[in-house]
């Protein structure tokens, strides 16, 4: 029998020892039978509330786990598109990788899901194997603590995957941006090199054996004229061209100045008739050039009344007066073969526009008298515009506008 006064201690007991039997330390000396499996009972009792009380700790760590899991995986959803607001702060600490991210988006997203399933299938089976060791006894505390640290390390590196995945999206969007300008400065480089070319380098025979093809009627094919016009009181326009259009030849040349885009216009548009614009006055001459064949074309006009003549082919076929009377010509325009301007050097209008060829194109700052224009127009004589001569280096071409060696003068003859 115990000795009068004496009572059991229950002591907790790691697995180890509970497994290898190891007698409960007691006060006093040996119990009989019936008191130790008492004691052993009650033993048994507190490892059993301690067990339930650690399994119930290990499920509620394992479900925040497999939430936090879970929130993971619909962060880094089919979209790639990362995770949200809180956990990018979390990834701004530092990284861990997994391993190399592979090149395609696509590989990345999948590869991260596949981890994510091993994990959570990780957990499920932790959780069965806790389940499977409740009547047994309780997990250590150094157990719990590796596992919580096991997984969070998982859940850095997964964190870290994801935003491997937005930092090569970036990269991909850099590269893409790269190639646009690459793209373009080479795009740059060879639009300069055409407008090289286009403007030329002086390869004709004569500085003014050349002409301006215009080949399609639009609002960007044009000439130049590098020269401005001074104040004129009267002048001589005289030109070769041939078109190819109908009906009406278009807009052979116009010269705007500030305040006024229609200073001086030739222009046949639809079915109307070849008009001469002065500071926007309209006098229409009786030309006729719309065959497809070259023609000779020359204009005089002088403030002193207004008065005007129309040559073709060195014949004068009509002159008149009144076209803006008294009217000096503005000085320091800009010039513009093919186009008729609405703004200085600009907004052009595609139905305007001349298609066809021209030469020859050359401005005095008088009116020539009727033996000079027909001895051009015959190829007799050769005389230069003593304000806009016909020179190579003096005209550029735009927008698909050509320069080509011109027929001689006897050849557009010839085409009459």
Known sequence: ESPPGSRFVCTSLPLEAAGAGCPVPMQGG???????????????????????????SQRDAIRELTGKLSRCEGAAGPDGKGATAAWRKELSKGKDTMGDLPRDPAQVIDQLSRTMQTLKDRLESLEHQLRANVSYAALPPELR??????????????????????????LLHNETSAHRQKTETAL??????????????????SPDEFKVSLPLRTNYLYGKIKKTLPELYAFTVCLWLRSSASPGIGTPFSYAVP??????????????????LINDKVAQLPLFVSDGKWHHICVTWTTRDGMWEAFQDGEKLGTGENLAPWHPIKPGGVLILGQEQDT?????????????????????????KAEDIMNIANCSTNMPGNIIPWVDNNVDVFGGATKWPVETCEERLLDL
Do not use: C, H
């Open 30 to 56: 040996a119990l009989p039978p019936e008191e130790e499996l008492r004691a052993t009972v009650l033993q048994l009792r507190e490892t059993v509330l301690q067990q339930k009380e650690t399994i119930g």
């Open 145 to 170: 603590e590796m596992l919580q640290r096991r997984l969070g390390d998982l859940e850095r590196q997964l964190l870290s995957k994801v935003a491997e995945l937005e930092d090569e999206k970036s």
């Open 188 to 205: 740059n480089a060879l639009l300069e090199r055409v407008s090289e070319l286009e403007k030329g380098n002086s390869a004709f025979k």
């Open 259 to 276: 305040g006024q885009a229609n200073e001086i216009v030739l222009i046949e548009w639809g079915n109307n008739p070849i008009e001469l």
């Open 344 to 368: 200085v050097g600009g907004r052009f209008d595609a139905t305007q526009a001349f298609v066809g060829e021209m030469s020859q194109f050359n401005i005095w700052d008088r009116v020539l």
